[in-house]
């Protein structure tokens, strides 16, 4: 999903961007760690989280209480995930970034809504990049 979005942002917008196949994710220290970010445009002040349905309890399929078991064998629940993600989301709100979430589960069934959806955010309008 990355790479789709990079190859549409405007030239300036691809020298403030940040992703983990393109050159590193982005980092934040808050919470008493340091969090890294999918996809960071700096100058838009602009964060993409892709969230694994598993990993992340999606909550279309995830109910709060549900388990979801780590390969470490480490036990969460989903609602305790679902917090995790808002405190280290909170951290870039509170820097000024806008967030925006995409579930694997909806990118898999409309790849390309998500990205256009997504483009829209970030640029107004397809005439805008």
């Not at 993409?48 to 999606?58: L, P, R, T």
């Not at 000024?96 to 107004?124: A, P, T």
Request: proline share 2%; hydrophobic share 35%.
């Amino acid at each position: 999903m990355f790479w789709l979005l990079y190859s549409n942002l405007n030239k300036e917008d691809k020298g403030y961007c940040y992703f983990h196949e393109l050159n590193k994710e982005f980092g934040k220290i808050g919470n008493n760690k340091y969090n890294f970010y999918d996809f960071v445009i700096t100058n838009k002040k602009i964060c993409i989280e892709f969230n694994g349905d598993y990993w992340h309890a999606n909550p279309k399929i995830y109910k709060p209480n549900d388990d979801v078991i780590y390969p470490e064998g480490k036990i969460y629940k989903a609602k305790d995930l679902w917090y995790n993600d808002k405190i280290k989301n909170m951290i870039m709100e509170n820097v000024g970034y806008k967030v925006y979430i995409v579930w694997q589960r909806d990118f898999v069934l409309d790849e390309n809504g998500v990205v256009d959806n997504i483009m829209e955010k970030i640029y107004g309008s397809n005439k805008n990049r």
